[in-house]
């Protein structure tokens, strides 16, 4: 029997976001002020223009900070000031991409800013549970055909993939130093690849695609035949809903959990685009580019069967129906829909439907 995130617990719930003005970070907050949680971000702004962020109000419903991860003193007070019960740490430079052309940043935001947010947790006597959002290329990939679990190897051959690892390590001394002592439970969650509406991110397969169809232009693929564990963006933010839920009541509980798709849905990069291609219309087309570009793992998937187990989670909407609300979000957006609203209704949707294979 799946369990369904609860409401009634998040009700009134003081929780702090950090990455609040990022993808997931914008459609988690809504989420959270759907259920009536009281909602503090810290963020830089939104990196992209459009952004989900402002596309859909999402600053309306909660207290928005704009601040560095990597400024400590700032987000240190943030913290204290804000008293959260719960954390969600999603802050982070997340592409591979640019994770080549400066690596310097990306090491600094993601490992140095992590140890800022628990430092920072650590003085601050009101946290009870931590997630924080590290990656499923966090693992050390040999590409070999099963997928991972959580006690594989971290690794990382690219500095992204390398400055999750250190995330996970930083989070692991935190957690065995000081916070389990003081009583607050931390784990850590690694998703893979999102897509969903409102992702502008340069170099992201989904959103590459969805550009190129707005304008009538054939789209360009990297690497067509990577295999990457696709899900729409609610998939993996139900599993941290849930994995907080249970961190509040469970503090001993597992350090790691994969929230991953179904098998059935590990495809190729190509098999994604026809998909896509097929469920926008209007004879849309993409081709592989020409261009050599810095290595990507070709395969990699992900074991979630622990998170099923002991959280009851599990993925609710087929790929197809994942690609065909990404569209819809994106058509309406195209179209001035109010994306505030449209944005919540497509949550609701997804709780309804979780709801129905009860």
């Known amino acids: 029997m799946e369990n369904l995130v609860n409401p009634a617990f998040w009700k009134g719930k003081r929780v702090f976001i950090t990455g609040h003005t990022g993808f997931k970070g914008s459609w988690l907050s809504l989420w959270l002020q759907k259920m009536g949680a009281t909602v503090a971000g810290y963020a830089l702004p939104p990196g992209t223009n459009p952004s989900l962020f402002k596309v859909a109000d999402v600053t309306r419903g909660m207290n928005s900070i704009i601040g560095d991860i990597r400024d400590f003193d700032t987000l240190q007070k943030s913290v204290t000031a804000s008293q959260p019960e719960i ?9 591979v991409g640019e994770g080549y052309r400066d690596p310097l940043g990306t090491f600094s935001t993601n490992v140095q ?48 993939s390398s400055s999750k690892a250190c995330a996970e390590l930083v989070t692991a001394a935190y957690r065995q130093s000081f916070l389990t002592e003081a009583g607050v439970a931390v784990a850590t969650a690694r998703a893979g690849n999102v897509f969903g509406g409102g992702d502008w991110s340069a170099n992201r397969l989904i959103p590459d695609l969805l550009a190129a169809f707005s304008q009538n232009q054939t789209a360009q693929l990297r690497r ?43 495809l190729p990069a ?66 001035v829909t109010n994306m505030r609203d449209y944005t919540l209704g497509q949550i609701e949707k997804y709780i309804t439907d979780e709801l129905a294979k009860q």
Do not use: M
């Not at 969600?88 to 430079?93: K, N």
């Not at 947010?117 to 070999?144: F, H, I």
């Open 87 to 95: 954390v969600f740490h999603l802050a982070a430079q997340a592409l």
């Open 224 to 266: 067509p035949n990577a295999v990457r564990p696709w899900q729409h963006v609610l998939e993996p933010l139900a599993g941290y809903l849930l994995l907080a839920e249970h961190l509040s009541t469970k503090p001993t509980t597992n350090a790691a959990w994969n929230f991953g798709p179904n098998e059935q849905d590990c």
């Open 270 to 335: 190509g098999a994604i685009a026809d998909r896509l291609a097929k469920l926008w219309g209007d004879d849309a087309a993409w081709e592989q580019e020409a261009h050599a570009f810095p290595h990507e793992a070709g395969l990699l998937r992900l074991d979630s069967s622990l998170a099923r187990r002991q959280l009851g989670w599990q993925p609710c909407w087929s790929l197809d129906s994942a690609l065909a609300a990404t569209i819809s979000w994106h058509k309406n957006w195209l179209t």
């Open 113 to 160: 800013g992590t140890a800022n947010l628990l430092e920072a947790v650590r003085k601050a006597p009101s946290v009870r549970a931590v997630v924080v959002v590290t990656s499923d290329k966090c693992y050390g990939n040999k590409e070999w055909p099963w997928p991972y679990r959580e006690n594989e190897a971290l690794g990382g051959h690219d500095p992204y």
